[in-house]
């Protein structure tokens, strides 16, 4: 129960002075006591913390709920407490069997929450802060602490864009605030700000916090624009405690394309290019089962903890190994954490944690049409006649019929040799002297370091119609990252009613990147992969690279509550960041924010129903600098090798060319926030809701600005170019519908955004999103000021025509012909909103978990159909297609073989969806032989993932996007690897 | 007391001041270039640079393949009645039906590309004069600053021909920032200019060019000599608005001044050297070299070397220098049924060999597959794209006689190439008249110069795009149906969309 030691540390060193006189004057004193813990109905409490107060030193029940600790004297006090039970406090006098009943707490606002630098009762937060339950994480097959927080924060949007291994997620909070920089929030684990989540094992993770609005964030200052997600990860709580998770999941393909078998492809061909295909085909190949197979991930982390009255530590390593449904596709990940705390003085507590992992990744072609590898369409674009191996060369297979696909099994094949290697090393140590009770000063100093490397490998092949020398790369970079903290804090309580909070503090950045790269090509055979065994080395892709940054600051923050029921927050945070211009590089980031409880007025005592209320306020100022590059304000050269090779340059020297326009104001983008919420707590503490509006403007926002090619030497350039908003409603409520034996909690929430972009200064359309090749390189995503991001622009259309089969397109402008001024916007893939609702049940240890989360109101440009159903050219086409067309005065909504294809409404289509994401059944072994053993946990479950989808949808996913974190764009299909359903058996074991 | 002394070691290293200094450490920037010497922007610092920068548009040409080699063959034999498509595609197909539009993306990719290589050649033009250098004399500069203008022509001459009426941009803005930004909008948005002020400016860089530019190298057909600019004055006249028939006479004869001639044998100017030259090319039968580089009848060419090669050879067939390389899917520009027909039609013409050739391969298209047509003018990596020859202009030199009236003159002009060619004289019925002239001299010119990049500026050029493109897809049975007609509006190509877009102050051109 680290958290609710948070609140003991101050005096802790009084008691602990106190005690170790005690221990030294009354060593003979010591008291065995045991006793038994149960809860309100009688049944024995397995793993209660039994605490000696003032100490770290404690016990835990039995699976029978007794218990048994040896307490130093009389007047010891011991603390019972238990996850979502009332602690009690029992002072232990002559009494040598003390059983104590646990009554359910179902005050949820004792509950600690960290914030920045810092940590506050959540009856006393002032701000809007969501705080993600971890408990049913290990419940769950999820390989990323981003996946944790999917639908289970309002206002937070988290979707997987594609549904590779690796779970990469996009974490939205409160709307797209970024044109083309980085909407990502900012990843604070233990005080160190990452940049990824990549190395955290999900099962290390203890609380997760979302800053949500200004006034919280704002702390961060100058990253924070797009909120914060705090993580701490476990502590050691009490007794000596191991635990073992294990995972064992199948997935599949959850949907498929099916497309036309050889005699409906040639009659397709026929009618497209006559005499393209040969007579007399034949269905050869099965090529979705070549393709797809089934996915296996395999998890297991064992975590032990343990501590005495000074140290504690948490140690867990784990394994996680996720093959994905295209073979060559996998995530595979070491993970190895060590946290230890330490009071070594009285006055000095030292800290250190550490975290190493090495994870592996391989990923499959996606977005990109099956001409260019990409290997989801060209499952359903290859003829069925074709093979897969050429019969008579005993080669992969390349001709199509003449049509330029590449072959999706010798692309996998050669994918095996790809690979994309992590490991990264956190190494936080941190020091707190306790100066004065109500004075201490946190000094942390950490090293993030982390070492990355890409191969891969593409055999040699020779034969009649091919002549592949092989090739292979190798990219080998160090990131070493350097944070030191220092901050203070002054914590006091006047006369039992006036708590008062003051925090100063320093943070420095550093950043050092390196990198190094090299191509060759010309092996003699398949054996050995590396670069020595190549013949050229490619004489302009090879080579190295560096680059740095650093974040200065300082910050502060004071804050005031008479009694916790008027409550005032104010923080300022300054910061200066190397990548910005000298004369601009520095930005002040204030915030304030303020809180009423109003239920604890006179007024509103009468109201039994009503436990508690608060509403809250806050405006505050947030900066972001991420996703330009690191010296994004400089004009810079791009440097182009000479061939010196050739006559007469053999000692050629590099050319430079200008690459951007500098900006000498480059400045911070600031976000300034208001937000109006509403904590209540009803019914006996049944129900908790949270309301939040809120209205972010941002200005001065961060873009790459590209301008018309010809007016200077380049036409791109980083600058404060224009503003957005973002207002929005977010709904919470958490109800204990049935409490007792039979227990049914529900978790609710609702959000929704609306984004525009306000401004810009130069350009002022911006258009991006080229898809398939079938649009001929039309991009189909266009932005400007007055609407919202990623707005589909194409053509109108009314239809197939039932005389000529063609797809009416509809003259906007009436000018009599279709061209591309007739194009107009056709579709918004932002959301109206999004949910997620979580229901859990549990009966005597048996208990089910259901999660359900989804989005209304978004719209998918199917790029992929453009694909499948675009019958324009040789490649095969899905079985849509057999509703085409084909003669005068049929109705049907396909049009004909080789109709006119524009980017047009006929592939917008609707998005909306709901997903049962998660469903759970477990069961909780009580009893007998496990306490033999000394098992105090054991809970096998089933969980079922992506189990149902239902939607409106035609493509084989709503919930992708090509363009993953794009701010501009959302919402776009193409190709991209689906999600897949998986069932996942585990097992969580503690001893 | 021992905090005390913590205290003030934390604080004082709390206080200590970091740098937020971080200077580049793998890119070249202001940090290293030089922003500003007493307020003057310094762009280039010393003579190095200015020759680095000199080497960099050397060098656009070659490194250009993309939109001055293969579009533009594509808008001038496929966009003709030389070529069909090729690899059917919404990019390239309405070059061939006449369904082009704004939303053609090789229009926006040309558009971009050539208006960031006037960027390029603006840079040296307008800092040359401010570097600083004692090494680089007063002549120097003008000579880099002529080689400048006559590639700022050269650009802006196929940007004419293309577009009609482009925006004339012949300085670099300034730089952006919140203050300055009203005042360098317009050149950052600048409108179009007519095309007879692009034309006249294209003339006064190149006479400009003239006096300054090295003279003609015959080892190094890469510089923008005196005779490149003498070439293009040729075209320059020859073209509508600033016709004039006796300069061009003129240009064309001091080129012949110059060293300029006919080579004798037509394959040196795309030919390839073989392992072995007996056999014919094959798999094991690799071409090891380009036949020829520099000879006396390229005018500019861009030159590429084993180990630095062009990668376009293998868009239009078989790279002879790697048989099997990408020939897996269809190729773009291929040769139509009614160029085979006019070669055919000269029995004997060499040139029909240099320029079309047939493999069987894996699809069938637009020929059957045992049999299919390939464009053969840029056959290995290692052949130079040739953007102007001695040819070119000589038959210019006809095109001006018979606008002056002298047939018998074009005729024999005429007759030079053919001999060239293995092709007997013109009979004399053909400088009887007007028509029959010009009816010969336009077949030679497309036998002559066919899958070079000039058939669509030709048919502009003499106003024949009507008579020619409305008729050849009835005569031409390979060729898919043609969706609009090609009327008095369809002699400039549309304006792209997106740049339109972008910049509100362009126009889209009339008819689209």
């Known amino acids: 129960m680290r958290t609710r030691l948070l609140k003991f540390k101050i005096p802790l060193f009084f008691l602990v002075l106190l005690l170790g006189f005690n221990l030294s004057v009354h060593a003979q004193n010591s008291i065995d006591v045991r006793g038994v813990v149960s809860d309100a109905s009688g049944d024995p409490l397995p793993g209660v913390n039994i605490v000696i107060k003032g100490t770290l030193q404690g016990t835990l029940t039995d699976p029978n709920g007794n218990y048994r600790i040896t307490v130093p004297g009389s007047d010891a006090v011991l603390v019972f407490s238990f996850i979502g039970y009332n602690s009690q406090e029992v002072t232990v006098g002559n009494q040598s069997e003390i059983n104590v009943s646990l009554?359910?707490?179902?005050?949820?606002?004792?509950?600690?929450?960290?914030?920045?630098?810092?940590?506050?009762?959540?009856?006393?937060?002032?701000?809007?802060?969501?705080?993600v339950s971890t408990k049913e994480i290990d419940e769950r097959p999820i390989v990323s602490a981003a996946q944790a927080i999917q639908g289970k924060a309002a206002g937070v949007n988290v979707y997987q864009p594609s549904g590779a291994p690796g779970g990469e997620m996009v974490i939205r909070v409160r709307g797209t605030t970024s044109f083309n920089g980085s909407n990502s929030p900012l990843y604070v684990v233990d005080g160190v700000p990452v940049d990824n989540l990549n190395f955290l094992s999900p099962m290390d993770i203890a609380s997760m916090q979302i800053l949500k609005d200004a006034s919280s964030a704002a702390i961060y200052g100058s990253r924070a624009a797009n909120g914060v997600i705090l993580i701490t990860t476990k502590q050691a709580s009490g007794e000596a405690k191991i635990s073992l998770n294990t995972q064992f999941g199948v997935s599949r393909v959850a949907n498929q394309i099916e497309s036309l078998n050889a005699s409906q492809y040639k009659e397709l061909?026929?009618?497209?290019?006559?005499?393209?295909?040969?007579?007399?085909?034949?269905?050869?190949?099965?090529?979705?089962?070549?393709?797809?197979?089934?996915?296996?991930?395999?998890?297991?982390?064992?975590?032990i903890s343990d501590g005495n009255d000074k140290t504690r530590y948490f140690i867990s390593g784990g394994y996680l190994n996720e093959k994905g449904v295209l073979s060559s596709a996998f995530f595979r990940r070491y993970n190895l954490r060590s946290n230890v705390e330490s009071q070594v003085r009285s006055w000095l507590n030292i800290g250190l944690n550490l975290s190493y992992s090495d994870n592996t990744r391989n990923g499959v072609t996606t977005g990109a049409g099956s001409n260019r590898g990409g290997v989801v369409l060209a499952v359903v674009n290859l003829p069925t006649a074709s093979n897969i191996i050429d019969p008579q060369t005993g080669l992969y297979n390349r001709t199509f019929f003449g049509q330029n696909i590449v072959n999706p099994i010798e692309s996998i094949e050669n994918g095996k040799n790809n690979k994309n290697n992590e490991n990264r090393l956190i190494?936080?140590?941190?020091?707190?002297?306790?100066?004065?009770?109500?004075?201490?000063?946190?000094?942390?100093?950490?090293?993030?370091?982390?070492?990355?490397?890409?191969?891969?490998?593409?055999?040699?092949?020779?034969?009649?119609?091919?002549?592949?020398?092989?090739?292979?790369?190798?990219?080998?970079?160090?990131?070493?990252?350097?944070?030191?903290?220092?901050?203070?804090?002054?914590?006091?309580?006047?006369?039992?009613?006036?708590?008062?909070?003051?925090?100063?503090?320093?943070?420095?950045?550093?950043?050092?990147?390196?990198?190094?790269?090299?191509?060759?090509?010309?092996?003699?055979?398949?054996?050995?992969?590396?670069?020595?065994?190549?013949?050229?080395?490619?004489?302009?892709?090879?080579?190295?690279?560096?680059?740095?940054?650093?974040?200065?600051?300082?910050?502060?923050?004071?804050?005031?509550?008479?009694?916790?029921?008027?409550?005032?927050?104010?923080?300022?945070?300054?910061?200066?960041?190397?990548?910005?211009?000298?004369?601009?590089?520095?930005?002040?980031?204030?915030?304030?924010?303020?809180?009423?409880?109003?239920?604890?007025?006179e007024f509103m005592q009468g109201l039994t129903w009503l436990d508690d209320l608060k509403i809250r306020g806050g405006w505050g100022q947030t900066g972001n600098q991420s996703g330009v590059g690191d010296y994004a304000y400089l004009q810079r050269y791009n440097i182009t090798r000479q061939a010196w090779f050739e006559t007469g340059k053999e000692d050629a020297l590099p050319l430079i060319t200008q690459a951007n326009l500098r900006t000498s104001d480059l400045t911070w983008e600031t976000t300034s926030q208001i937000n109006l919420g509403l904590d209540a707590t009803l019914f006996a503490d049944r129900v908790t809701i949270a309301m939040d509006y809120y209205s972010k403007h941002t200005e001065d926002m961060l873009m790459y600005v590209s301008l018309p090619a010809g007016a200077a030497a380049s036409s791109n350039i980083v600058r404060n170019e224009g503003e957005m908003m973002n207002r929005g409603v977010e709904l919470s409520v958490s109800s204990r519908n049935f409490t007792g034996a039979f227990t049914w909690n529900t978790d609710f929430n609702i959000s929704h955004n609306t984004n525009e972009l306000k401004s810009l200064e130069l350009q002022q359309i911006y258009y991006d999103a080229e898809t398939t090749d079938a649009f001929h390189q039309i991009r189909v995503v266009r932005n400007e000021p007055g609407r919202a991001l990623g707005g589909f622009y194409g053509y109108i259309s009314d239809g197939v025509d039932p005389e000529t089969g063609e797809l009416m397109y509809r003259d906007t402008n009436e000018d009599g012909k279709i061209t591309a001024s007739d194009r107009t916007y056709i579709g918004d893939p932002n959301p109206a909103f999004t949910f997620g609702l979580t229901n859990s049940f549990s009966y005597k240890g048996f208990s089910v978990n259901v999660f359900l989360q989804g989005a209304v109101g978004n719209d998918i440009f199917n790029a992929s159909k453009g694909d499948v159903m675009g019958m324009y050219d040789l490649k095969n086409q899905s079985t849509?297609?057999?509703h085409r067309w084909r003669t005068p005065g049929q109705i049907t909504d396909v049009p004909k073989a080789g109709f006119v294809m524009q980017p047009s409404s006929y592939f917008i289509e609707d998005g909306s969806y709901l997903r049962v994401k998660d469903i759970t059944f477990s069961y909780n072994f009580s009893g007998g032989i496990l306490n033999k053993l000394g098992v105090s946990r054991l809970q096998p479950y089933v969980t079922a993932t992506n189990l149902l989808t239902l939607t409106d949808y035609s493509g084989m996913d709503p919930e992708v996007n090509q363009w993953g974190n794009s701010g501009a764009v959302q919402g776009i299909d193409w190709g991209t690897y689906p999600h897949s359903k998986t069932f996942v058996f585990g097992l969580n074991v503690e001893f | 007391m021992k905090t005390r002394y913590i205290l003030s070691i934390l604080i004082i290293s709390l206080l200590a001041a970091c740098s937020m200094d971080y200077d580049p450490l793998d890119t070249y920037s202001d940090v290293t270039e030089g922003v500003s010497e007493d307020s003057v922007q310094v762009v280039f610092e010393d003579k190095a640079d200015v020759l680095a920068h000199r080497q960099t548009l050397l060098n656009l040409y070659k490194n250009s393949q993309e939109h001055w080699y293969l579009d533009m063959l594509l808008l001038a034999e496929s966009h003709s009645d030389n070529a069909y498509a090729g690899s059917p595609g919404a990019e390239t197909t309405p070059f061939e039906v006449n369904s082009i539009e704004g939303s053609n993306t090789n229009l926006r990719r040309d558009w971009n590309s050539h208006m960031g290589n006037i960027a390029q050649a603006n840079r040296l033009i307008s800092f040359i004069d401010d570097v600083n250098d004692p090494a680089l004399t007063d002549a120097e500069k003008l000579q880099y600053k002529a080689e400048a203008k006559i590639l700022r022509a050269m650009i802006y001459f196929d940007m004419v021909r293309?577009?009609?009426?482009?925006?004339?941009?012949?300085?670099?803005?300034?730089?952006?920032?919140?203050?300055?930004?009203?005042?360098?909008?317009?050149?950052?948005?600048?409108?179009?200019?007519?095309?007879?002020?692009?034309?006249?400016?294209?003339?006064?860089?190149?006479?400009?060019?003239?006096?300054?530019?090295?003279?003609?190298?015959?080892?190094?057909?890469?510089?923008?000599?005196?005779?490149?600019?003498?070439?293009?004055?040729?075209?320059?006249?020859?073209?509508?608005?600033?016709?004039d028939y006796d300069k061009v006479i003129q240009y064309a004869d001091e080129l012949a001044a110059d060293g300029y001639e006919l080579v004798d044998d037509y394959s040196d100017l795309f030919g390839v050297i073989l392992t072995d030259p007996n056999s014919p090319p094959s798999q094991e039968n690799k071409a090891i070299d380009a036949k020829a580089r520099n000879t006396k009848e390229t005018i500019y060419e861009a030159q590429y070397f084993p180990g630095n090669t062009n990668w376009a050879t293998w868009m239009y067939g078989r790279p002879l220098n790697d048989w099997t390389f990408y020939f897996t899917w269809a190729k773009w520009i291929t040769p139509s049924r009614d160029l085979i027909k006019a070669f055919q039609s000269e029995v004997g013409d060499k040139r029909y060999a240099e320029t079309v050739v047939f493999y069987s391969c894996g699809w069938n298209i637009y020929y059957p597959a045992d049999n299919y047509a390939f464009m053969y003018k840029c056959r290995s990596?290692?052949?130079?794209?040739?953007?102007?020859?001695?040819?070119?202009?000589?038959?210019?030199?006809?095109?001006?006689?018979?606008?002056?009236?002298?047939?018998?003159?074009?005729?024999?002009?005429?007759?030079?190439?053919?001999?060239?060619?293995?092709?007997?004289?013109?009979?004399?019925?053909?400088?009887?008249?007007?028509?029959?002239?010009?009816?010969?001299?336009?077949?030679?010119?497309?036998?002559?110069?066919?899958?070079?990049?000039?058939?669509?500026?030709?048919?502009?050029?003499?106003?024949?795009?009507?008579?020619?493109?409305?008729?050849?897809?009835?005569?031409?049975?390979?060729?898919?149906?043609?969706?609009?007609?090609?009327?008095?509006?369809?002699?400039?190509?549309?304006?792209?969309?997106?740049?339109?877009?972008?910049?509100?102050?362009?126009?889209?051109?009339?008819?689209?």
């Open chain 1, 103 to 131: 009554k359910e707490d179902l005050k949820q606002l004792d509950e600690v929450v960290v914030i920045g630098y810092g940590s506050v009762a959540r009856k006393d937060v002032t701000t809007a802060v969501s705080t």
């Open chain 1, 269 to 303: 061909m026929d009618e497209i290019r006559p005499g393209a295909i040969p007579e007399g085909t034949t269905d050869q190949t099965d090529w979705f089962n070549e393709v797809y197979g089934t996915g296996i991930t395999q998890n297991y982390q064992l975590q």
């Open chain 1, 427 to 601: 190494a936080s140590g941190s020091s707190t002297i306790t100066f004065l009770p109500e004075l201490t000063l946190k000094s942390s100093f950490t090293l993030d370091r982390r070492n990355g490397k890409v191969t891969g490998f593409n055999p040699p092949v020779h034969g009649a119609d091919r002549d592949d020398w092989g090739n292979a790369w190798d990219t080998r970079s160090t990131n070493t990252l350097l944070v030191f903290d220092n901050v203070l804090t002054y914590k006091k309580t006047f006369a039992d009613k006036h708590n008062f909070e003051a925090m100063a503090g320093s943070s420095w950045t550093d950043s050092q990147w390196s990198q190094s790269y090299i191509n060759g090509s010309h092996y003699k055979d398949d054996n050995i992969h590396t670069l020595n065994a190549a013949n050229k080395i490619s004489w302009n892709g090879t080579g190295s690279g560096a680059s740095g940054w650093g974040i200065m600051s300082v910050f502060g923050r004071l804050s005031y509550n008479y009694e916790s029921k008027y409550l005032f927050t104010f923080n300022i945070r300054e910061d200066g960041s190397s990548k910005l211009h000298p004369d601009y590089r520095w930005g002040t980031f204030p915030s304030f924010s303020a809180a009423w409880r109003m239920s604890s007025e």
């Open chain 1, 880 to 882: 849509e297609v057999l």
């Open chain 2, 162 to 243: 293309i577009w009609g009426n482009v925006p004339l941009v012949t300085t670099v803005a300034g730089d952006i920032t919140s203050e300055t930004v009203d005042d360098v909008y317009p050149a950052y948005f600048p409108p179009q200019t007519d095309a007879l002020t692009i034309y006249q400016q294209i003339e006064a860089d190149l006479l400009e060019g003239l006096q300054y530019a090295p003279a003609n190298d015959p080892q190094d057909k890469t510089q923008f000599s005196k005779s490149v600019a003498r070439a293009l004055l040729a075209k320059v006249y020859a073209e509508k608005p600033l016709r």
């Open chain 2, 381 to 512: 990596a290692y052949n130079s794209t040739i953007k102007m020859r001695y040819a070119d202009i000589l038959l210019l030199k006809a095109e001006a006689l018979i606008g002056k009236g002298d047939y018998s003159g074009a005729a024999q002009i005429i007759n030079q190439t053919r001999q060239r060619a293995g092709l007997n004289n013109l009979p004399a019925s053909a400088s009887a008249s007007e028509e029959a002239i010009t009816e010969a001299y336009m077949k030679e010119r497309r036998l002559e110069l066919a899958m070079e990049g000039q058939r669509w500026f030709d048919l502009v050029r003499l106003e024949k795009v009507e008579e020619v493109m409305n008729a050849v897809y009835a005569k031409d049975e390979g060729r898919p149906a043609q969706v609009y007609p090609f009327t008095s509006l369809s002699y400039i190509l549309p304006v792209p969309q997106d740049i339109i877009d972008q910049n509100p102050n362009l126009v889209q051109n009339p008819g689209y």
